[in-house]
């Protein structure tokens, strides 16, 4: 059973950055596509990035491509998700997940809660 670890959130002044890493345990990293994935309060589910198993494509959602970067370290069975120039409405918990058109595991991990506010 795959288990995701996320971490790296926290509260940031708008235009700031953080970055997002996700710990993955229980199956073959690097033969997995990675999405990092936003639920605001009140609000769905949203793809945000994703990323080959190589890293060899990604993919963002249109709100943050630009400012946010997927990347993944095999080696470490970890993906990171660089966000810059934050903006209130960035504000929720970010989760990953295996898989590149959609969430492969049912076993989501506790997110990580990043907050954009001055």
């Known amino acids: 059973q795959a288990h995701f670890v996320e971490s790296g959130g926290g509260l940031v002044q708008p235009g700031g950055s953080l970055r997002l890493s996700c710990a993955a345990s229980?199956?073959?990293?690097?033969?997995?596509?990675m999405s990092w994935y936003r639920q605001a309060p009140g609000k769905e589910r949203e793809l945000v990035a994703r990323?080959?198993?190589?890293?060899?494509?990604?993919d963002y959602a249109g709100s943050v491509k630009g400012r946010f970067t997927i990347s993944r370290d095999n080696a470490k069975n970890t993906v990171f998700l660089q966000m810059n120039s934050l903006e209130p409405e960035d504000t929720a918990l970010y989760y990953c997940?295996?898989?590149?058109?959609?969430?492969?595991?049912?076993?989501w991990g506790p997110g990580t809660q990043v907050t954009v506010s001055s």
């Open positions: 997940n295996a898989g590149y058109r959609g969430p492969l595991f049912d076993s």
């Open positions: 229980g199956l073959t990293f690097s033969d997995y596509s």
């Open positions: 990323i080959g198993g190589i890293g060899g494509n990604s």
